[in-house]
């Protein structure tokens, strides 16, 4: 059976039509006032952006979300969870602080922010799952605590899942650092003879897994976490990983996390995705590049695999752009993921995910 995803083209002529008001009907056409409890802890999952990066959902729309919340007589909450890797996410202090620079403060989206994982990353609950890989997964505890939650996510481009969506914010976003190392669990190499000796890997290590020996990057492997911060700031594309071994494990890995973030609540949380400035990287990443397609508008779901799959066929629908990051596949129809990141099979995460019984690849799509 399919799911409905409804769909807002970013199309508009009068202040009836404007994004604003969109993102609030998208809330109401998909029902979920009915995911909402009165009293409800209710978290809005999002990612506040890493500085440097200006790609994030601007926090105007969230707040739409919000009022719709509180409009519920729900107790509505920002929030995400500290990164594995360096940077201005890594613990609460610097997290927040980084959110109020983007624009994430009371003043502006009228609800709080909590990181969900606490200062250091270590308010976890272990929660059950049925995974190939995981009989149980570490989930922030204000995540798991929360009565219902709203997934609000940027679609777009990853060097090793081939995109972001629903399921990748549920994963590693609901993760504390202890389950997304459990998540990576790859170890990149490096590939001598690109090598130029920059540095720039071993500045960005967490934990100083790699140094330069003789002017060239060695990794030690006892030491890595599998973070890919090597690998995103590689000018030479010097460090890679076995991509036939290592990422459909990965990809399980993180459907299954996926799964323990909305274990119990299933029926308590909506999805909102947002296809708009569709960049080739995560928005850990402390630039955004130019976008890969036009932008194409907002969906909204009550199913995570249904949401993402959609999402992933309108984005491969464009025509895609020359003077981006995409190199190939720039015709309708032609995966634009792959035209980034040569070895990546994104769809790989709904097919995982739809196994796991998260929801259906198969979805009716809605125009409101």
Not at 139 to 146: M, N, T
Not at 167 to 190: F, S, V, W
Not at 293 to 311: E, N, R
Request: with cysteine.
């Amino acid at each position: 059976m399919s799911s409905p995803v409804y769909f807002a083209s970013l199309r508009a002529r009068d202040e009836h039509s404007n994004t604003v008001s969109k993102v609030k009907k998208l809330f109401d056409c998909a029902g979920f006032a009915s995911l909402i409890s009165r009293r409800d802890r209710t978290a809005i999952k999002l990612h506040f952006g890493e500085l440097g990066n200006d790609s994030y959902i601007s926090p105007v729309f969230v707040r739409q979300i919000v009022e719709k919340v509180k409009g519920c007589g729900a107790l509505p909450f920002l929030t995400d969870t500290n990164t594995l890797y360096l940077g201005s996410r890594s613990n609460a202090v610097d997290h927040i602080s980084t959110a109020i620079l983007h624009g994430f403060d009371y003043a502006v989206v009228g609800a709080p922010v909590i990181i969900a994982d606490g200062l250091c990353g270590k308010n976890i609950t272990y929660v059950p799952i049925k995974g190939k890989h995981f009989k149980r997964v570490a989930i922030a505890g204000d995540i798991a605590g929360a009565d219902s939650m709203i997934v609000l996510t940027h679609f777009k481009g990853h060097i090793v899942s081939g995109f972001g969506g629903a399921i990748k914010n549920l994963a590693m976003g609901c993760a504390p650092p202890e389950g997304k190392r459990d998540q990576h669990k790859a170890h990149p190499y490096t590939i001598g003879e690109r090598c130029i000796g920059c540095g720039k890997c071993v500045g960005v290590c967490p934990k100083t897994a790699l140094r330069l020996v003789k002017k060239k990057a060695a990794i030690d492997k006892s030491l890595c976490i599998g973070c890919f911060e090597c690998m995103t700031v590689c000018p030479e594309h010097a460090i890679d990983i076995d991509w036939v071994s290592e990422i459909p494990k990965f990809v399980e890995r993180l459907v299954e996390y996926a799964s323990g973030a909305v274990k119990g609540k299933e029926s308590k949380t909506g999805y909102i995705s947002f296809l708009t400035r569709i960049t080739p990287d995560c928005d850990c990443v402390p630039w955004s590049d130019a976008a890969i397609v036009p932008d194409i508008g907002i969906l909204a779901s009550k199913d995570p695999v249904a949401i993402d799959a959609a999402s992933f066929d309108l984005v491969n629908d464009q025509q895609g752009f020359s003077d981006s990051l995409l190199h190939t596949h720039h015709k309708k129809g032609q995966d634009k993921f792959l035209g980034i990141w040569d070895e990546t099979d994104g769809y790989r995460q709904i097919r995982y995910a739809e196994k796991m019984g998260m929801g259906s690849s198969r979805y009716e799509l809605i125009a409101i």
